[in-house]
């Protein structure tokens, strides 16, 4: 071996780790971690497939590092999203250390007392742990944050796209700045990532405040072999049936699925909590009629922990078909074992996701294979053209094209203005710290880099918004501390959390519970919990609990739930699909005929031509192609013009009740952008519902939320340049 060779510099206990897993090659983006964690002082982003060594990559070289170097505290500070992942990455830990004197400790709310203990004991090795029990470390533990961090070496921070552009990534930066100001240590953070667009813009947020470089350690992009297929389906409506079943609606869909699922290890991705129940009883309907075993579980986040833990064990368990029904919460790296398909019903929420869960399917050198899913309702050939596009066919199929074409994932901005953290953050430094003056307060929060943009005066604002509805007071001497509303806040654990906590009850069928339902549902009701229909039998409003029976037939109570934002690139590659003529080989022939329909109309019709469409008399069709933000912020410019004639027609369209002539004139005498946003600010002051997307929102004083919805939730430099196509 020469010098130079990855696993002659790691540590023995690691090689003879290697030896007994009877790996025969240290991979190559493990081998360049190495070069970048031994050699240098950086900060590393390591972008690498869905289980292609990651966790590895990472921590060979850091763990090496700690047995040459041990730390006088804990060493290595891991910080994941969930908690069934650090679980999971435990094990492997776990059993890589055992016999190197290096403890892994684990912290979340599922970890006992006597295992936090013997952390804080040993403040050695390497603690797992969540934002939300980080949090609660600074206001619980404060005291001792010193004692356990002070010669931190590593943060090594797992899924950062999940955390980028969220409430909780910008949690996570601030309680590293926060640490790093206790401890007065500079450790160096570690990123890992299966999906990242702009690199840029990760190695960035990576960063932080620190002033130091990151290097980037990148395999992403390598080539591997995928199978693909896209099919498309109707949907039949109900039309008042009351025994209309998931198996009515889409006949044709389940049964593909149901052969697709059969005798394999499959992993089924809905959109929804709905989807996913009607999912896995239409499945279990099929099986039942044709007697085959029911292998089908249910994976959403209102389903107990006992029974995704169940539809976790069977996906690994080797050599029994198993097939899991989910959402996003199966979306990230937990390891599922060998799956043999990954099949997506809609296209899924974002290019982003899309890469995620197709590396959950070709693990260990085999090809990835994804079959597609789209549904389309019916409509009449009296119907506008717009509404007779399949729209979701061509969303699926731009998400797929910009990630084979260019290898293009959704970039993840920063809102300028995220008041709720702000709040959040306020709250905990008065309860970790008692009391603080005004500028020792604003010294310690307003710099945290989350809050680069807010004011002074802003900030000024929201204090004195906070005083007057008691979550702080003032002293004799002029410091802030917590007031009656603000303890009652900070001393709950749900505290700890920067996403909205739902009100939740739980169901229980006798003693065991089976998942929860966000409001109370009427006794009598059918409700469907863990892909199988349950009667309301008693509700207990003070305890929150609802108590259930088994019931053969279909939920009468729908979940809510689904829709998220789409990019302006998936909306724009959406209408360079319909425009042109490329075929595309994963397209199952009624997909690829009904493509080709889609693209006669959209010729015949003129949709292509303009954003602008006649529809009757005195209205018409604004066809902006745009995402979400830009979308809605055009929306909300032309109902300001027209006093509310401006009204969603599809996810992509808007129908404006005003004659083309009457419109391009109101368009024409537009004001500057600044005056449009003021305008647009005041009306979202006027409306009645302001905020609700922060957990703390109902805290911050409307002004300041009509500040962030007019710089974080409108584009309206974008959304004008669009307009005044109008007026040409």
Same mark, same amino acid.
């Given at each position: 071996?020469?010098?130079?060779?990855?696993?002659?510099?790691?540590?023995?206990?690691?090689?003879? @780790?290697?030896?007994?897993?009877?790996?025969?090659?240290?991979? *190559?983006?493990?081998?360049?971690?190495?070069?970048?964690?031994?050699?240098?002082?950086?900060?590393?982003?390591?972008?690498?497939?869905?289980?292609?060594?990651?966790?590895?990559?990472?921590?060979?070289?850091?763990?090496?590092?700690?047995?040459?170097? /041990?730390?006088?505290?804990?060493?290595?500070?891991?910080?994941?999203?969930?908690?069934?992942?650090?679980?999971?990455?435990?094990?492997?830990?776990?059993?890589?250390?055992?016999?190197?004197?290096?403890?892994?400790?684990?912290?979340?709310?599922?970890?006992?007392?006597?295992?936090?203990?013997?952390?804080?004991?040993?403040?050695?090795?390497?603690?797992?742990?969540?934002?939300?029990?980080?949090?609660?470390?600074?206001?619980?533990?404060?005291?001792?944050?010193?004692?356990?961090?002070?010669? #931190?070496?590593?943060?090594?921070?797992?899924?950062?796209?999940?955390?980028?552009?969220?409430?909780?990534? %910008?949690?996570?930066?601030?309680?590293?700045?926060?640490?790093?100001? !206790?401890?007065?240590?500079?450790?160096?953070?570690?990123?890992?990532?299966?999906?990242?667009?702009?690199?840029?813009?990760?190695?960035?947020?990576?960063?932080?405040?620190?002033?130091?470089?990151?290097?980037?350690?990148?395999?992403?992009?390598?080539?591997?072999?995928?199978?693909? +297929?896209?099919?498309?389906?109707?949907?039949?409506?109900?039309?008042?049936?009351?025994?209309?079943?998931?198996?009515?609606?889409?006949?044709?869909? @389940?049964?593909?699925?149901?052969?697709?699922?059969?005798?394999?290890?499959?992993?089924?991705? %809905?959109?929804?909590?709905?989807?996913?129940? $009607?999912?896995?009883? +239409?499945?279990?309907?099929?099986?039942?009629?044709?007697?085959? /075993?029911?292998?089908?579980? !249910?994976?959403?986040?209102? !389903?107990?922990?006992?029974?995704?833990?169940?539809?976790?064990?069977?996906?690994?368990?080797?050599?029994?078909?198993?097939?899991?029904?989910?959402?996003?919460?199966?979306?990230?790296?937990?390891?599922?074992?060998?799956?043999?398909?990954?099949?997506?019903?809609?296209?899924?929420?974002?290019?982003?996701?899309?890469?995620?869960?197709?590396? %959950?399917?070709?693990?260990?050198?085999?090809?990835?294979?994804?079959?597609?899913?789209?549904?389309?309702?019916?409509?009449?050939?009296k119907d506008p053209p717009h509404r007779r596009l399949p729209w979701t066919l061509l969303q699926a199929i731009a998400t797929v094209q910009l990630y084979l074409e260019e290898r293009w994932v959704e970039p993840t901005g920063q809102p300028r203005l995220p008041?709720?953290?702000?709040?959040?953050?306020?709250?905990?430094? &008065?309860?970790?710290?008692?009391?603080?003056?005004?500028?020792?307060?604003?010294?310690?929060?307003?710099?945290?880099?989350?809050?680069?943009?807010?004011?002074?005066?802003?900030?000024?604002?929201?204090?004195?918004?906070?005083?007057?509805? $008691?979550?702080?007071?003032?002293?004799?001497?002029?410091?802030?501390?917590?007031?009656?509303?603000?303890?009652?806040?900070?001393?709950?654990?749900?505290?700890?959390? !920067?996403?909205?906590?739902?009100?939740?009850?739980?169901?229980?069928?006798?003693?065991?519970?089976?998942?929860?339902?966000?409001?109370? /549902?009427?006794?009598?009701?059918?409700?469907?919990?863990?892909?199988?229909?349950?009667?309301?039998?008693?509700?207990?409003?003070?305890?929150?609990?609802?108590?259930?029976?088994?019931?053969?037939?279909?939920?009468?109570?729908?979940?809510?739930?689904?829709?998220?934002?789409?990019?302006?690139?998936?909306?724009?590659?959406?209408?360079?699909?319909?425009?042109?003529?490329?075929?595309?080989?994963?397209?199952?022939?009624?997909?690829?005929?009904?493509?080709?329909?889609?693209?006669?109309?959209?010729?015949?019709?003129? &949709? #292509? $031509?303009?954003?602008?469409?006649?529809?009757?008399?005195?209205?018409?069709?604004?066809?902006?192609?745009?995402?979400?933000?830009?979308?809605?912020?055009?929306?909300?410019?032309? *109902?300001?013009?027209?006093?509310?004639?401006?009204?969603?027609?599809?996810?992509?369209?808007?129908?404006?009740?005003?004659?083309?002539?009457?419109?391009? =004139?109101?368009? +024409?005498?537009?004001?500057?952008?600044?005056?449009?946003?003021?305008?647009?600010?005041?009306?979202?002051?006027?409306?009645?519902?302001?905020?609700?997307?922060?957990?703390?929102?109902?805290?911050?004083?409307?002004? &300041?939320?009509?500040?962030? =919805?007019?710089?974080?939730?409108?584009?309206?430099?974008?959304?004008?340049?669009?307009?005044?196509?109008?007026?040409?």
């Amino acid at each position: 071996m020469t010098p130079a060779d990855p696993f002659a510099r790691l540590a023995p206990f690691i090689q003879e @780790y290697i030896w007994r897993q009877g790996w025969t090659e240290i991979r *190559a983006v493990q081998g360049e971690a190495c070069s970048a964690l031994l050699d240098s002082d950086d900060h590393v982003l390591i972008a690498s497939g869905t289980a292609s060594g990651k966790t590895e990559a990472a921590f060979l070289p850091i763990l090496t590092s700690l047995h040459e170097d /041990p730390p006088a505290s804990i060493g290595v500070l891991y910080i994941g999203p969930l908690k069934a992942l650090i679980n999971d990455q435990f094990y492997r830990l776990d059993g890589l250390l055992e016999e190197s004197g290096i403890p892994v400790g684990a912290w979340h709310g599922d970890v006992s007392s006597s295992r936090k203990k013997q952390t804080v004991e040993q403040a050695r090795g390497v603690l797992q742990i969540t934002p939300e029990s980080l949090e609660g470390l600074f206001l619980r533990r404060g005291t001792i944050l010193n004692r356990l961090f002070h010669d #931190l070496r590593f943060v090594v921070i797992d899924e950062v796209h999940a955390f980028m552009g969220d409430e909780r990534g %910008r949690q996570v930066l601030c309680l590293l700045e926060r640490l790093e100001r !206790v401890t007065r240590v500079p450790p160096r953070r570690v990123g890992l990532s299966a999906t990242l667009g702009d690199l840029g813009l990760a190695q960035a947020w990576l960063a932080g405040t620190t002033r130091r470089a990151v290097r980037v350690v990148n395999d992403a992009g390598a080539r591997r072999r995928l199978h693909l +297929a896209l099919e498309h389906f109707p949907l039949h409506e109900a039309e008042g049936d009351q025994n209309f079943s998931p198996l009515d609606e889409a006949p044709d869909l @389940y049964r593909h699925l149901y052969e697709r699922t059969l005798g394999r290890k499959t992993l089924v991705f %809905r959109n929804s909590r709905q989807g996913v129940e $009607d999912t896995v009883v +239409a499945l279990r309907g099929l099986a039942e009629t044709r007697g085959t /075993p029911d292998i089908y579980h !249910v994976h959403h986040g209102s !389903v107990a922990a006992a029974y995704r833990e169940d539809a976790e064990r069977a996906m690994r368990e080797e050599g029994r078909p198993a097939c899991t029904v989910a959402t996003v919460t199966l979306e990230l790296g937990i390891d599922l074992g060998q799956l043999e398909r990954v099949l997506q019903v809609d296209p899924p929420p974002s290019v982003s996701s899309f890469v995620q869960r197709l590396g %959950r399917t070709g693990r260990r050198g085999g090809p990835g294979e994804m079959v597609f899913y789209t549904l389309e309702r019916g409509h009449s050939d009296k119907d506008p053209p717009h509404r007779r596009l399949p729209w979701t066919l061509l969303q699926a199929i731009a998400t797929v094209q910009l990630y084979l074409e260019e290898r293009w994932v959704e970039p993840t901005g920063q809102p300028r203005l995220p008041f709720s953290l702000l709040v959040h953050q306020t709250l905990g430094a &008065l309860g970790q710290y008692e009391e603080l003056a005004p500028r020792d307060l604003a010294a310690r929060v307003l710099t945290l880099s989350p809050f680069r943009h807010v004011t002074q005066e802003q900030y000024r604002a929201l204090l004195h918004h906070l005083l007057t509805s $008691d979550h702080l007071q003032r002293t004799d001497e002029g410091g802030l501390i917590l007031g009656l509303a603000g303890e009652r806040l900070v001393n709950d654990w749900h505290f700890f959390a !920067v996403f909205p906590d739902v009100p939740e009850y739980a169901v229980f069928n006798g003693a065991s519970e089976i998942g929860t339902v966000g409001s109370a /549902p009427e006794v009598g009701s059918v409700i469907s919990l863990i892909g199988r229909a349950w009667r309301v039998m008693d509700v207990d409003g003070e305890r929150r609990h609802v108590f259930v029976r088994r019931e053969r037939g279909r939920n009468t109570t729908a979940w809510s739930g689904g829709g998220g934002e789409v990019h302006d690139r998936v909306v724009q590659r959406m209408r360079e699909v319909l425009a042109s003529g490329d075929d595309y080989a994963y397209l199952q022939p009624v997909a690829r005929s009904r493509l080709e329909e889609a693209r006669h109309l959209a010729r015949t019709s003129g &949709l #292509l $031509d303009g954003l602008v469409h006649d529809l009757s008399e005195g209205s018409v069709l604004f066809l902006p192609w745009r995402g979400t933000r830009v979308h809605g912020t055009v929306q909300a410019v032309l *109902a300001h013009l027209t006093s509310g004639r401006a009204q969603g027609d599809t996810p992509y369209s808007i129908v404006v009740g005003s004659p083309r002539a009457e419109l391009a =004139h109101r368009v +024409a005498a537009l004001p500057s952008e600044e005056e449009v946003r003021g305008r647009l600010r005041q009306a979202f002051l006027a409306g009645s519902h302001l905020g609700g997307l922060g957990k703390f929102d109902a805290l911050v004083p409307r002004g &300041l939320l009509a500040d962030a =919805h007019a710089v974080d939730s409108l584009d309206i430099p974008t959304a004008l340049k669009d307009l005044r196509s109008l007026a040409v």
